[in-house]
């Protein structure tokens, strides 16, 4: 699904050049559920918005789904986000002055499908995160876990290849954080890549397959065999690069 | 199309959506008031007023020398001077002339049909005592009878019965005024103590006399022509027809050329259409302060739209890159601004047409404006159209250029 070659993502201001990402190399198969992981401004979140096509890379090849997407003008790249990928982010990130339905309808309208598939499309969506009862409801009248349902609804509506998650769980208290997870899996089992960013550890290991990251660089181990220090993003907060992540 | 949620999404955060339909609302009824009322002075300084306005000169001489106390010499200058005037080149006539047209200074007595019952009354009638090739100066239209002949402007023995009255000449309006069923040329026609009576010898189309502003003598239109001598020991006035695209040049010959023939007075110069700015002069004010209301007006509206809307994009930054993250183009963001500022303005537009009649039903009502056309307001509402939309472009471009990775951070 994700094929990622030498890839280079590097930070510029008037003074300073930052390398996010440097040489990196990632392969993640389709169906895979992977979890990201390591402190911050380790360049989790870089990573992901590179592979979401959210952000340009500087250099190397990246191939999403068998299409090589290193070249693609802005319109090439808002189509493969709309039609492959789905996200989840940590904020949730809906639009507050749109219901339930209209915010999942969000991804549908920018592929052009008319009303009637749409509407099938969104009450499935909704009946996997249930909350098909809350269709009407505004963001502001729903909790942070209700709230993130909906993202994730508004992630699968499409039924992409791939779904992102930047801290999906980051947000929400665990009960929440494990309902959500409940809902990857379950998306992943339907044959859905699925690639999270998080800092819980125990969450990550409820993925089968977990990344480390380390100053822009990949330490890619079975989960028994990571090294520990690199296990706590706290501990290995020093690492930080002046990178968002 | 995204009509649905935009409009529901706009429902949902009404502020913002009210604070510029109203002012689109608001905008409309001030504007398409303002252009009626403007449009509408404008029409009346530029009605017809039958003269050949654009080429006609006013001279106005003011004597101070005692020698334009006999009546003879002033006549025998007056003839002098039309002599001279008439002779030099680029003039087309000249006449002399006791009041000026569209001046608001003037002459008007009253006259009613000789048969016509001693209690009814009569025609208010404003009139000009005008010398030969007052026709011809002047450019007005004969439509029925004669021009004025030689002996019509022969004086009659002093003590003789009627010895003022003459052969006349009348506006249309003037004609049907006094003779509603047709027929006026020779007619006779008197004043109110009946001691004058006066026979109308002819009929021009159209001439506006010296307050065409009034409602009086049908909006001004009510005009006598009387044939005289009407230069006087306080004043002699002088009207000059040039040929077209002459008149600048002959602006200043002439008052040399009336100094050259008669020292002793002091002379002036004015185009007609000086005298009738002069007499419209607080319209065409109104016009101007109107018209800079309209513009500034548009302008405010305009800003207070850039600036809710550039508003808006920055409060909305997470949310555009949100969407881009979902798969919206830039051109799929910039139509998602334009399309929302569109209903927005149109929903004001809505609202100002009812609020535009309101506003005119209350001033036709209050004061003196016209019934608003339905093509100012059809105007009205494209311009205010037009205006929220272009007003919209710049931060709707400004929003497509929000990039998709802000939806990733955590701000």
Redesign the interface.
């Known amino acids: 699904m994700i094929n990622m070659q030498n890839i280079q993502k590097i930070y510029r201001t008037e003074h300073v050049e930052t390398h996010a990402l440097s040489g990196f190399n990632l392969n993640i198969g389709s169906g895979e559920f992977v979890s990201l992981m390591g402190p911050s401004g380790s360049g989790k ?1 870089t990573l ?2 590179v592979a ?4 340009a890379f500087d250099g190397g090849s990246y191939i999403l789904d068998g299409e090589d997407v290193s070249r693609l003008n ?2 090439q790249m ?2 493969i ?3 492959k990928i789905g ?1 989840i ?3 949730f ?1 809906l ?5 339930v339905f ?1 915010n999942v ?3 549908l ?3 052009g499908l008319a009303a009637g598939a749409r509407r099938e499309r969104i009450e499935e969506a909704l009946e996997i995160v249930g909350l098909t009862s809350r269709i009407s409801h ?1 963001p502001a009248q729903l909790s942070g876990g209700q709230q993130q349902r909906v993202a994730v609804a ?1 992630a699968v509506v ?1 039924t992409p290849k791939l779904i992102l998650a ?1 801290e999906p769980t980051g947000n929400l208290d665990s009960a929440m954080a494990n309902e959500i997870m409940d809902l990857l899996e379950k998306i992943n089992d339907l044959g859905t890549t699925v690639v999270i960013v998080t800092h819980d550890p125990e969450l990550a290991t409820r993925s089968p397959r977990q990344i480390y990251l380390l100053d822009g660089r990949l330490v890619d181990l079975e989960k028994d065999e990571r090294p520990a220090p690199l296990y706590n993003p706290v501990e290995n907060g020093t690492a930080d690069n002046g990178m ?1 992540a | 199309m995204e009509l649905g949620p935009i409009f529901r999404a706009l429902m949902y955060n009404k502020s913002r959506f009210w604070l510029i339909t109203l002012e689109v609302a608001l905008t409309l009824a001030i504007v398409a008031n303002c252009v009626n009322l403007l449009l509408d002075t404008r029409r009346e300084f530029l009605r017809d007023t039958g003269l050949d306005e654009p080429n006609l000169l006013v001279i106005s001489t003011t004597p101070f020398d005692d020698a334009f106390d006999e009546d003879d010499f002033v006549h025998a200058l007056e003839e002098e001077d039309l002599r001279r005037l008439r002779s030099t080149p680029g003039v087309v006539d000249a006449m002399a002339i006791q009041q000026i047209p569209l001046s608001g200074g003037g002459s008007a007595t009253g006259r009613r049909p000789i048969d016509a019952p001693p209690e009814s009354e009569g025609t208010g009638m404003p009139y000009f005592r005008v010398s030969d090739h007052a026709l011809q100066t002047l450019g007005v239209e004969l439509t029925a009878g004669r021009d004025f002949a030689e002996g019509d402007f022969e004086e009659r023995e002093e003590g003789s019965e009627n010895e003022l009255g003459r052969n006349v000449i009348l506006t249309q309006a003037a004609a049907d005024a006094l003779f509603p069923d047709g027929g006026a040329v020779g007619q006779q026609i008197q004043n109110s103590g009946g001691e004058i009576v006066d026979v109308v010898v002819g009929v021009v189309r159209k001439m506006h006399n010296s307050w065409p502003r009034s409602e009086f003598a049908a909006n001004g239109e009510v005009v006598m022509l009387k044939p005289g001598s009407p230069g006087s020991a306080e004043r002699m006035r002088y009207m000059v027809r040039s040929e077209p695209g002459a008149i600048d040049s002959l602006y200043t010959e002439v008052e040399a050329l009336m100094l050259q023939t008669q020292s002793g007075r002091v002379v002036d110069v004015q185009t007609l259409t000086e005298y009738k700015e002069d007499y419209y002069s607080d319209a065409l004010v109104m016009i101007k302060m109107l018209t800079s209301v309209v513009v500034l007006l548009l302008v405010v509206t305009a800003l207070g739209i850039v600036g809710l809307t550039s508003f808006s994009v920055t409060q909305r930054t997470r949310q555009i890159g949100t969407r881009r993250a979902l798969g919206a183009t830039r051109t799929d963001i910039v139509r998602y601004f334009l399309i929302e500022n569109w209903m927005i303005t149109g929903i004001g537009i809505v609202i100002g047409i009812v609020l535009t009649y309101g506003l005119n039903y209350a001033l036709v009502q209050y004061a003196d404006v016209p019934t608003i056309e339905w093509t100012f307001l059809i105007g009205g509402a494209l311009a205010m159209w037009l205006t929220g939309i272009l007003a919209a472009v710049a931060p709707a471009l400004r929003a497509s250029t929000v990039a998709p990775e802000i939806a990733t951070r955590s701000v």
């Not at chain 1, 979401?52 to 952000?55: A, H, P």
């Not at chain 1, 639009?95 to 219901?99: A, T, V």
């Open positions: 979140t992901l918005n979401g096509l959210l952000d802005d319109r808002s189509r986000r709309n039609e996200f982010f940590q904020s990130n639009i507050p002055d749109l219901n209209d309808d969000v991804p309208r920018y592929r505004y508004r499409g930047d968002s």
